[in-house]
């Protein structure tokens, strides 16, 4: 293997790494605000409010990826009455079934995080006479984020593994240049740089969580 080959399938495996990126940083930058907003609707007072997020969860997260991928892009404009009205790029529909389906399960984690948080210190707030949003915002939500932090890398991680399945709706991806230079010159090389490029681009995203968690750890 000369290294001009290892040149000619990297160039366009780093452009389709691109892609992953860019896939990696708009599906987390909406679906953990998103995620949030979701949790507070379970535990919202507003019967049917919590009905529909805990039926949208259930949903997001009871069907596989692939199959909400499948429908955002091949199936959306097929819906009847809608359906022209709802024709995307194929790039732009994979994001909108990716952060629909990442904010399910940052809810869920979430969720997990309020939970943790023992009921005296809500307590403790309003004997020091703390109003809502300064409870929340102050004494709540800090030690949710520490304690949904190592969930949320993990949830992050597993995402950016999860863009390959932009390769099943055609989006040109690092795994279909991969496998595009495999079909090509019937050598598996290809998938090996791939798995490198995936294993870095997880490594940036681990040390950027283990930085944080030691930014928000206070014991």
């Given at each position: 293997m000369s290294f001009d080959y290892m040149i000619s399938i990297l160039k366009p495996m780093l452009e389709g790494a691109q892609?992953?990126?860019?896939?990696?940083?708009?599906a987390i930058a909406v679906s953990i605000p998103l995620g949030?907003?979701?949790?507070l609707a379970?535990?919202?007072?507003?019967?049917?409010?919590?009905?529909?997020?805990?039926?949208?969860?259930y949903l997001m997260r009871g069907t596989p990826l692939l199959l909400q991928l499948l429908f955002f892009?091949?199936?959306?404009?097929?819906?009847?009455i809608v359906g022209e009205y709802l024709v995307f790029d194929r790039f732009a529909a994979a994001c909108l079934g990716f952060i629909l389906n990442y904010a399910a399960y940052f809810a869920e984690i979430f969720r997990g995080g309020l939970l943790s948080v023992d009921k005296g210190q809500y307590e403790?707030?309003?004997?020091?006479?703390?109003?809502?949003?300064q409870t929340m915002t102050r004494v709540i939500l800090p030690q949710m984020f520490r304690v949904a932090l190592p969930a949320v890398a993990n949830e992050s991680v597993t995402l950016v593994k999860d863009t390959a399945l932009l390769y099943a709706v055609a989006v040109p991806e690092l795994?279909?240049?991969?496998?595009?230079a495999v079909n090509r010159d019937f050598t598996i090389v290809p998938f090996f740089?791939?798995?490198?490029?995936?294993?870095?681009?997880?490594?940036?995203?681990?040390?950027?969580?283990?930085?944080?968690?030691?930014?928000?750890?206070?014991?």
């Open positions: 892609v992953t990126v860019l896939l990696f940083l708009i949030f907003l979701l949790t379970v535990r919202s007072n507003i019967k049917p409010l919590a009905w529909f997020a805990n039926g949208y969860i892009v091949f199936g959306l404009p097929l819906l009847p403790a707030s309003q004997v020091l006479g703390l109003n809502k949003w795994l279909h240049f991969a496998q595009t740089f791939a798995g490198i490029i995936y294993l870095m681009i997880t490594l940036v995203l681990t040390l950027f969580f283990k930085w944080l968690e030691r930014r928000f750890k206070y014991d």
